[in-house]
T-cell receptor, first 110, second 114 residues
Framework: GNSVTQMEGPVTLSEEAFLTINCTYT??????LFWYVQYPGEGLQLLLK?????DKGSNKGFEATYRKETTSFHLEKGSVQVSDSAVYFC?????????FGRGTSLIVHP | KAGVTQTPRYLIKTRGQQVTLSCSPI?????VSWYQQTPGQGLQFLFE???????NKGNFPGRFSGRQFSNSRSEMNVSTLELGDSALYLC?????????????FGPGTRLTVT
């Protein structure tokens, strides 16, 4: 079956540091890929998405590129803020069935 | 525009009982999906309803069921509760069926089974 693997957290950074959260996937076909963010006490929010190979999703300074050759969709941000502290989920959707990674907690210190 | 609402937010039940959770999607959204989130298994897809019909289903036992009404509101029922059913249950709505449309998540219902 499909699967999504994310780097384990927590990831702890200082404000303005560069962020990378790794995500790799296994799928039989050509899934759509997503990053979601969950702030404490809230539901998930879509952060960005990409629907085909080489697409780059971007939002709020976050970026991720759909790499079919490496089956990866790594999340990056050039300069993190304290307000970015949250749990980030990588996900794929294939044949209408979504599969989520386990989530990576990000903690940003002032 | 109001977001996805879930009721109740917190629930405590005893093993063997049944429970019904409710989800009201964003106005105009016709698809509602349900997820179970636990520390051990992460976020797992339960099922999706679109136009009052279950369209897709995850790998959960038949004790987990749902339905969708003509106004797109959805309910999820869990019968014969087990301790392992303790989790945060999230629902998400979207304009269309399937994962290609952006999903908007509610805050979840925290179910504790004792």
């Amino acid at each position: 079956g499909n699967s999504v693997t994310q780097m384990e957290g927590p990831v702890t950074l200082s404000e303005e540091a560069f962020l990378t959260i790794n995500c790799t996937y296994t799928a039989t076909g050509y899934p759509s890929l997503f990053w979601y963010v969950q702030y404490p006490g809230e539901g998930l929010q879509l952060l960005l998405k990409a629907t085909k190979a080489d697409d780059k999703g971007s939002n709020k300074g976050f970026e991720a590129t759909y790499r079919k050759e490496t089956t990866s969709f790594h999340l990056e941000k050039g300069s993190v803020q304290v307000s970015d502290s949250a749990v980030y989920f990588c996900a794929l959707s294939e044949n209408y069935i979504p599969t989520f990674g386990r989530g990576t907690s990000l903690i940003v210190h002032p | 525009k109001a977001g996805v609402t879930q009721t109740p937010r917190y629930l405590i039940k005893t093993r063997g009982q049944q429970v019904t959770l409710s989800c009201s999607p964003i106005s105009g959204h016709r698809s509602v999906s349900w997820y179970q989130q636990t520390p051990g298994q992460g976020l797992q897809f339960l099922f999706e309803y679109f136009s009052e019909t279950q369209r897709n289903k995850g790998n959960f036992p038949g004790r987990f069921s749902g339905r969708q009404f003509s106004n797109s509101r959805s309910e999820m029922n869990v019968s014969t509760l087990e301790l392992g059913d303790s989790a945060l249950y999230l629902c998400a709505s979207s304009l269309g069926q399937g994962g290609r449309y952006e999903q908007y998540f509610g805050p979840g219902t925290r179910l504790t089974v004792t």
